[in-house]
Protein backbone atom coordinates (compact mmCIF):
# COMPACT_ATOMS: atom_id res chain seq x y z
CA UNK A 1 0.00 0.00 0.00
CA UNK A 2 1.42 3.30 -0.67
CA UNK A 3 1.88 6.06 1.96
CA UNK A 4 1.09 9.34 1.72
CA UNK A 5 3.63 12.09 0.36
CA UNK A 6 3.82 14.19 3.77
CA UNK A 7 4.25 11.03 5.78
CA UNK A 8 5.96 8.68 3.92
CA UNK A 9 9.13 11.17 2.68
CA UNK A 10 11.33 12.56 5.46
CA UNK A 11 14.91 13.12 4.20
CA UNK A 12 16.80 10.28 4.94
CA UNK A 13 19.66 10.90 6.54
CA UNK A 14 22.57 13.44 5.10
CA UNK A 15 25.15 11.27 2.57
CA UNK A 16 28.36 12.80 2.15
CA UNK A 17 28.46 12.61 -1.76
CA UNK A 18 31.38 11.33 -3.21
CA UNK A 19 32.62 12.64 -6.75
CA UNK A 20 31.10 9.81 -8.40
CA UNK A 21 27.81 10.17 -7.15
CA UNK A 22 25.07 11.48 -9.03
CA UNK A 23 21.34 12.76 -8.32
CA UNK A 24 19.23 13.28 -11.28
CA UNK A 25 14.94 14.45 -11.82
CA UNK A 26 14.42 14.18 -15.72
CA UNK A 27 11.19 14.01 -17.72
CA UNK A 28 10.64 10.13 -18.56
CA UNK A 29 7.15 10.58 -20.34
CA UNK A 30 5.05 13.48 -20.73
CA UNK A 31 3.52 12.44 -17.53
CA UNK A 32 6.26 11.02 -15.60
CA UNK A 33 9.40 12.18 -13.95
CA UNK A 34 12.96 9.94 -13.45
CA UNK A 35 14.79 9.53 -10.97
CA UNK A 36 18.22 8.44 -11.50
CA UNK A 37 21.27 8.17 -8.52
CA UNK A 38 24.13 6.52 -6.91
CA UNK A 39 22.83 3.70 -5.09
CA UNK A 40 21.60 4.31 -1.88
CA UNK A 41 19.59 2.04 0.17
CA UNK A 42 17.75 4.57 2.29
CA UNK A 43 16.85 6.89 -0.66
CA UNK A 44 15.59 3.44 -2.41
CA UNK A 45 13.42 2.83 0.17
CA UNK A 46 12.02 6.69 0.18
CA UNK A 47 11.29 5.73 -4.06
CA UNK A 48 9.64 2.86 -2.93
CA UNK A 49 7.50 4.85 -0.13
CA UNK A 50 6.50 7.30 -3.31
CA UNK A 51 2.74 6.96 -4.65
CA UNK A 52 2.51 4.94 -7.73
CA UNK A 53 6.55 4.81 -7.70
CA UNK A 54 8.27 2.28 -10.37
CA UNK A 55 11.35 0.73 -11.23
CA UNK A 56 13.46 0.52 -14.44
CA UNK A 57 15.97 -2.18 -14.37
CA UNK A 58 17.04 -1.36 -17.95
CA UNK A 59 17.51 1.72 -17.85
CA UNK A 60 18.43 1.30 -13.70
CA UNK A 61 16.10 4.32 -12.65
CA UNK A 62 12.79 5.05 -10.78
CA UNK A 63 9.88 7.16 -12.11
CA UNK A 64 6.86 8.87 -10.52
CA UNK A 65 3.85 10.54 -11.19
CA UNK A 66 4.84 14.09 -12.87
CA UNK A 67 2.94 16.60 -10.08
CA UNK A 68 4.01 19.37 -7.94
CA UNK A 69 3.78 17.02 -5.10
CA UNK A 70 5.63 14.81 -6.04
CA UNK A 71 8.49 16.82 -6.97
CA UNK A 72 8.31 18.89 -3.83
CA UNK A 73 8.50 15.48 -2.16
CA UNK A 74 11.49 14.63 -4.02
CA UNK A 75 13.17 17.93 -3.40
CA UNK A 76 12.50 17.01 0.23
CA UNK A 77 13.81 13.55 0.58
CA UNK A 78 17.29 13.84 -1.37
CA UNK A 79 17.70 17.20 -0.87
CA UNK A 80 18.12 20.24 -3.88
CA UNK A 81 20.98 21.20 -3.40
CA UNK A 82 22.18 18.00 -4.76
CA UNK A 83 19.95 17.28 -7.27
CA UNK A 84 20.39 18.09 -11.04
CA UNK A 85 16.85 19.16 -12.56
CA UNK A 86 15.50 19.11 -16.00
CA UNK A 87 14.02 22.05 -16.91
CA UNK A 88 11.12 19.90 -18.93
CA UNK A 89 9.70 19.34 -15.54
CA UNK A 90 8.65 22.92 -14.66
CA UNK A 91 7.51 23.33 -17.84
CA UNK A 92 5.80 20.52 -18.52
CA UNK A 93 3.80 21.07 -14.86
CA UNK A 94 3.22 24.50 -16.19
CA UNK A 95 1.45 22.87 -19.46
CA UNK A 96 -0.66 20.43 -17.15
CA UNK A 97 -1.74 22.84 -14.70
CA UNK A 98 -3.36 25.06 -17.66
CA UNK A 99 -5.08 21.49 -18.87
CA UNK A 100 -6.75 21.83 -15.75
CA UNK A 101 -7.58 25.06 -15.88
CA UNK A 102 -9.01 23.96 -19.47
CA UNK A 103 -11.24 21.48 -17.75
CA UNK A 104 -12.30 23.49 -14.86
CA UNK A 105 -13.50 26.25 -17.53
CA UNK A 106 -15.25 23.35 -19.98
CA UNK A 107 -17.11 22.34 -16.74
CA UNK A 108 -17.97 25.69 -15.98
CA UNK A 109 -19.52 26.31 -19.31
CA UNK A 110 -21.58 23.08 -19.10
CA UNK A 111 -19.35 20.99 -22.27
CA UNK A 112 -19.85 17.65 -22.37
CA UNK A 113 -17.70 14.98 -20.51
CA UNK A 114 -16.54 13.50 -24.17
CA UNK A 115 -16.03 16.88 -25.20
CA UNK A 116 -13.57 18.23 -21.94
CA UNK A 117 -11.93 14.90 -22.41
CA UNK A 118 -11.20 14.96 -26.02
CA UNK A 119 -9.83 18.38 -25.67
CA UNK A 120 -7.54 17.77 -22.75
CA UNK A 121 -5.99 14.97 -24.70
CA UNK A 122 -5.54 17.19 -27.89
CA UNK A 123 -3.79 19.39 -25.24
CA UNK A 124 -1.29 17.31 -23.93
CA UNK A 125 -0.42 15.94 -27.26
CA UNK A 126 0.43 19.37 -28.45
CA UNK A 127 1.97 19.97 -24.42
CA UNK A 128 4.47 16.67 -25.73
CA UNK A 129 5.13 18.25 -29.02
CA UNK A 130 6.42 21.61 -27.86
CA UNK A 131 8.12 20.31 -24.58
CA UNK A 132 10.76 21.93 -23.27
CA UNK A 133 8.49 24.93 -24.01
CA UNK A 134 5.31 25.30 -22.08
CA UNK A 135 1.77 26.29 -23.92
CA UNK A 136 1.35 29.51 -22.57
CA UNK A 137 4.93 30.31 -24.64
CA UNK A 138 3.77 28.36 -27.81
CA UNK A 139 3.52 30.70 -31.13
CA UNK A 140 2.08 30.80 -34.19
CA UNK A 141 5.06 29.27 -35.80
CA UNK A 142 4.92 25.90 -33.18
CA UNK A 143 1.20 25.40 -33.74
CA UNK A 144 1.47 24.89 -37.88
CA UNK A 145 4.32 23.12 -37.21
CA UNK A 146 2.78 20.74 -35.05
CA UNK A 147 -0.22 20.42 -37.04
CA UNK A 148 1.84 20.01 -39.93
CA UNK A 149 3.20 17.04 -38.57
CA UNK A 150 0.36 15.62 -37.48
CA UNK A 151 -0.82 15.49 -41.07
CA UNK A 152 2.63 14.61 -42.64
CA UNK A 153 3.44 12.10 -40.15
CA UNK A 154 0.95 10.71 -37.96
CA UNK A 155 -1.66 10.81 -40.79
CA UNK A 156 -4.59 12.56 -38.87
CA UNK A 157 -7.67 12.81 -40.89
CA UNK A 158 -9.00 16.67 -41.40
CA UNK A 159 -11.90 15.41 -38.88
CA UNK A 160 -9.60 15.04 -36.01
CA UNK A 161 -7.00 17.92 -36.90
CA UNK A 162 -10.10 19.93 -36.71
CA UNK A 163 -10.69 18.87 -32.94
CA UNK A 164 -7.01 19.76 -32.10
CA UNK A 165 -7.22 23.02 -33.31
CA UNK A 166 -11.16 23.71 -31.21
CA UNK A 167 -8.83 22.20 -27.97
CA UNK A 168 -5.94 24.81 -28.98
CA UNK A 169 -8.10 27.64 -29.79
CA UNK A 170 -10.50 27.16 -26.55
CA UNK A 171 -6.76 27.60 -24.11
CA UNK A 172 -5.52 30.11 -26.68
CA UNK A 173 -8.32 32.07 -26.97
CA UNK A 174 -10.85 31.33 -23.93
CA UNK A 175 -8.32 30.62 -21.32
CA UNK A 176 -5.47 33.10 -22.41
CA UNK A 177 -7.19 35.79 -24.02
CA UNK A 178 -4.75 35.32 -27.00
CA UNK A 179 -6.87 34.86 -30.13
CA UNK A 180 -4.00 36.47 -32.54
CA UNK A 181 -1.89 33.52 -31.86
CA UNK A 182 -4.80 30.55 -34.08
CA UNK A 183 -5.65 33.97 -35.88
CA UNK A 184 -4.59 32.93 -39.40
CA UNK A 185 -4.17 28.95 -38.75
CA UNK A 186 -6.30 27.32 -41.66
CA UNK A 187 -8.39 24.73 -41.10
CA UNK A 188 -8.01 21.85 -43.45
CA UNK A 189 -10.93 20.47 -45.83
CA UNK A 190 -13.27 17.65 -44.32
CA UNK A 191 -12.98 14.27 -46.67
CA UNK A 192 -16.67 13.65 -48.44
CA UNK A 193 -16.66 10.13 -46.98
CA UNK A 194 -19.83 7.99 -47.76
CA UNK A 195 -20.67 5.91 -44.75
CA UNK A 196 -20.76 2.21 -44.78
CA UNK A 197 -24.29 0.91 -44.95
CA UNK A 198 -25.85 -2.86 -44.19
CA UNK A 199 -29.12 -4.18 -46.76
CA UNK A 200 -31.40 -4.44 -44.78
CA UNK A 201 -31.29 -8.01 -45.40
CA UNK A 202 -27.84 -8.02 -44.02
CA UNK A 203 -28.63 -6.84 -40.75
CA UNK A 204 -31.59 -9.71 -40.37
CA UNK A 205 -28.98 -11.87 -41.13
CA UNK A 206 -26.77 -10.45 -38.12
CA UNK A 207 -29.56 -10.59 -35.52
CA UNK A 208 -30.06 -14.25 -36.40
CA UNK A 209 -26.48 -14.78 -36.20
CA UNK A 210 -27.16 -13.57 -32.27
CA UNK A 211 -28.20 -16.09 -30.35
CA UNK A 212 -28.15 -14.56 -27.16
CA UNK A 213 -31.27 -12.97 -26.05
CA UNK A 214 -29.56 -9.68 -24.48
CA UNK A 215 -27.02 -9.64 -27.35
CA UNK A 216 -29.93 -9.50 -30.07
CA UNK A 217 -31.81 -7.00 -27.79
CA UNK A 218 -28.88 -4.48 -27.72
CA UNK A 219 -28.14 -4.79 -31.60
CA UNK A 220 -31.79 -4.68 -32.31
CA UNK A 221 -33.07 -1.83 -29.93
CA UNK A 222 -29.74 0.06 -31.63
CA UNK A 223 -30.84 -0.35 -35.44
CA UNK A 224 -34.27 0.32 -34.54
CA UNK A 225 -33.96 3.78 -32.85
CA UNK A 226 -30.49 4.60 -34.74
CA UNK A 227 -28.52 4.79 -31.58
CA UNK A 228 -25.42 5.74 -30.70
CA UNK A 229 -22.87 3.41 -29.19
CA UNK A 230 -22.79 5.51 -25.63
CA UNK A 231 -26.50 6.27 -26.42
CA UNK A 232 -27.97 2.79 -25.75
CA UNK A 233 -25.42 1.23 -23.02
CA UNK A 234 -26.60 4.25 -21.10
CA UNK A 235 -30.30 3.46 -21.46
CA UNK A 236 -32.33 2.63 -18.55
CA UNK A 237 -35.68 0.86 -18.76
CA UNK A 238 -37.77 3.98 -17.86
CA UNK A 239 -36.51 5.30 -20.83
CA UNK A 240 -38.41 2.86 -23.13
CA UNK A 241 -41.92 3.74 -23.68
CA UNK A 242 -44.25 0.91 -24.94
CA UNK A 243 -46.72 2.27 -25.32
CA UNK A 244 -45.67 4.89 -27.48
CA UNK A 245 -43.22 2.77 -29.18
CA UNK A 246 -40.57 5.17 -28.47
CA UNK A 247 -37.49 5.65 -26.49
CA UNK A 248 -36.18 8.44 -24.82
CA UNK A 249 -32.37 9.39 -25.43
CA UNK A 250 -31.18 11.89 -22.41
CA UNK A 251 -28.33 13.48 -22.73
CA UNK A 252 -26.95 13.27 -26.18
CA UNK A 253 -24.20 14.60 -28.33
CA UNK A 254 -24.56 18.37 -27.74
CA UNK A 255 -26.55 17.93 -24.20
CA UNK A 256 -30.01 17.11 -26.05
CA UNK A 257 -32.50 15.37 -25.42
CA UNK A 258 -34.48 13.62 -27.76
CA UNK A 259 -37.17 10.67 -28.38
CA UNK A 260 -36.59 7.84 -31.36
CA UNK A 261 -38.90 4.75 -32.50
CA UNK A 262 -38.58 1.61 -30.14
CA UNK A 263 -40.23 -0.79 -32.95
CA UNK A 264 -42.54 -3.69 -31.89
CA UNK A 265 -39.87 -6.37 -32.67
CA UNK A 266 -37.54 -5.16 -30.26
CA UNK A 267 -40.11 -4.52 -27.67
CA UNK A 268 -40.75 -8.44 -27.78
CA UNK A 269 -37.10 -9.42 -27.69
CA UNK A 270 -36.81 -6.69 -24.76
CA UNK A 271 -39.55 -8.63 -22.72
CA UNK A 272 -38.05 -11.95 -23.53
CA UNK A 273 -34.77 -10.47 -22.26
CA UNK A 274 -36.10 -8.89 -19.08
CA UNK A 275 -37.41 -11.92 -17.93
CA UNK A 276 -34.16 -14.18 -18.43
CA UNK A 277 -31.82 -11.12 -16.80
CA UNK A 278 -34.10 -9.06 -15.32
CA UNK A 279 -31.53 -6.40 -15.03
CA UNK A 280 -31.41 -3.41 -11.93
CA UNK A 281 -29.95 0.14 -13.13
CA UNK A 282 -29.20 0.27 -16.51
CA UNK A 283 -31.26 -1.64 -19.67
CA UNK A 284 -28.08 -3.25 -20.72
CA UNK A 285 -25.74 -3.93 -18.02
CA UNK A 286 -22.19 -5.91 -17.74
CA UNK A 287 -20.62 -8.81 -15.90
CA UNK A 288 -20.84 -6.82 -12.86
CA UNK A 289 -24.52 -6.14 -11.39
CA UNK A 290 -25.37 -2.73 -11.56
CA UNK A 291 -23.05 -2.04 -13.89
CA UNK A 292 -23.66 -0.59 -17.21
CA UNK A 293 -22.73 -3.04 -19.94
CA UNK A 294 -19.19 -1.35 -21.53
CA UNK A 295 -18.58 -0.04 -25.37
CA UNK A 296 -15.97 -2.15 -25.63
CA UNK A 297 -17.93 -5.38 -24.63
CA UNK A 298 -20.86 -3.56 -27.33
CA UNK A 299 -18.91 -3.15 -29.93
CA UNK A 300 -17.23 -7.09 -29.42
CA UNK A 301 -20.89 -8.21 -29.70
CA UNK A 302 -21.74 -6.52 -33.01
CA UNK A 303 -18.24 -8.14 -34.36
CA UNK A 304 -18.71 -11.08 -33.40
CA UNK A 305 -22.52 -11.26 -35.11
CA UNK A 306 -20.74 -9.47 -38.71
CA UNK A 307 -18.18 -12.44 -38.94
CA UNK A 308 -20.78 -15.10 -37.96
CA UNK A 309 -23.26 -14.01 -40.58
CA UNK A 310 -20.54 -13.49 -42.83
CA UNK A 311 -20.51 -9.69 -43.96
CA UNK A 312 -17.76 -9.32 -45.88
CA UNK A 313 -18.17 -5.46 -46.06
CA UNK A 314 -16.15 -3.25 -43.19
CA UNK A 315 -18.37 -2.18 -40.49
CA UNK A 316 -18.91 -1.15 -37.18
CA UNK A 317 -21.40 -0.65 -34.14
CA UNK A 318 -22.44 2.92 -35.57
CA UNK A 319 -22.80 1.20 -39.04
CA UNK A 320 -26.53 -0.10 -37.54
CA UNK A 321 -27.27 3.78 -36.89
CA UNK A 322 -26.25 5.02 -40.56
CA UNK A 323 -28.33 1.75 -41.87
CA UNK A 324 -31.09 3.33 -39.85
CA UNK A 325 -31.15 6.32 -41.42
CA UNK A 326 -30.49 5.50 -45.44
CA UNK A 327 -33.25 2.84 -44.70
CA UNK A 328 -35.95 5.22 -43.50
CA UNK A 329 -35.17 7.18 -46.64
CA UNK A 330 -35.68 4.56 -48.63
CA UNK A 331 -38.54 3.71 -47.50
CA UNK A 332 -39.57 7.78 -48.51
CA UNK A 333 -39.31 9.08 -44.84
CA UNK A 334 -39.33 12.92 -44.98
CA UNK A 335 -35.65 13.98 -44.12
CA UNK A 336 -36.78 15.98 -42.11
CA UNK A 337 -38.10 13.63 -39.38
CA UNK A 338 -34.91 11.62 -40.00
CA UNK A 339 -33.35 14.44 -38.51
CA UNK A 340 -35.22 14.94 -35.58
CA UNK A 341 -35.11 10.94 -34.97
CA UNK A 342 -31.52 11.08 -35.27
CA UNK A 343 -30.94 14.27 -33.38
CA UNK A 344 -29.09 16.55 -35.66
CA UNK A 345 -28.88 20.09 -35.79
CA UNK A 346 -29.17 20.82 -39.04
CA UNK A 347 -30.25 18.71 -42.23
CA UNK A 348 -27.08 19.15 -44.13
CA UNK A 349 -25.43 16.36 -41.58
CA UNK A 350 -28.41 14.26 -42.23
CA UNK A 351 -27.97 14.88 -46.12
CA UNK A 352 -25.29 12.31 -46.49
CA UNK A 353 -27.42 9.27 -46.44
CA UNK A 354 -29.14 10.74 -49.64
CA UNK A 355 -25.65 9.88 -51.08
CA UNK A 356 -25.64 6.23 -50.09
CA UNK A 357 -29.57 5.86 -50.39
CA UNK A 358 -30.77 3.16 -53.10
CA UNK A 359 -33.64 5.16 -53.73
CA UNK A 360 -33.08 7.37 -56.69
CA UNK A 361 -30.14 5.87 -57.72
CA UNK A 362 -32.02 2.39 -58.58
CA UNK A 363 -34.42 4.11 -60.84
CA UNK A 364 -31.97 5.40 -63.19
CA UNK A 365 -30.27 3.24 -66.13
CA UNK A 366 -27.09 2.92 -67.09
CA UNK A 367 -25.93 4.29 -70.72
CA UNK A 368 -24.27 0.92 -71.27
CA UNK A 369 -28.35 -0.53 -71.16
CA UNK A 370 -29.79 1.71 -73.34
CA UNK A 371 -26.89 1.30 -75.97
CA UNK A 372 -27.85 -2.20 -75.54
CA UNK A 373 -30.91 -1.86 -76.13
CA UNK A 374 -30.24 0.03 -79.65
CA UNK A 375 -28.17 -3.00 -80.53
CA UNK A 376 -30.84 -5.47 -79.91
CA UNK A 377 -33.29 -3.63 -81.45
CA UNK A 378 -31.20 -2.98 -84.88
CA UNK A 379 -30.38 -5.98 -84.87
CA UNK A 380 -33.88 -7.75 -84.48
CA UNK A 381 -35.89 -5.32 -85.96
Not at 265 to 270: G, K, R, S
Not at 302 to 320: D, E, G, M, P
Not at 343 to 371: C, F, M, N, W
Request: with cysteine; aromatic share 8%.
Amino acid sequence: MSIPYNLALQRPPRMVLREKDFIRFSLKQPDRIAVGFSYSEPWVRLLKGMRDSEWHPRERLWSVPLTVEALNALRNGFGSENVSIDPAIESQLSSLSDIEAVRRELRLANYSHQTSKAYRSCLRIFARHVCPKPLRDATNADIRSFLLHLMEHREYAAASINQMINALRYLYVELYRRPMVLGEIPRPKKEKKLPNVLSQSEVKRIFEAVKNVKHRALLMVTYAGGLRLKEVVSLRFEDLDSDRNMTHIRGAKGRKDRYTLLGVAALEVLREYWKAYKPRNWLFEGNTAGKQLSKKTAEEVFAQAVQRAKIQKHVTFHSLRHSFATHLLEAGVDIRYIQELLGHSSTRTTEIYTHVSQLKVAQIRSPLDQISKVNHEENNP
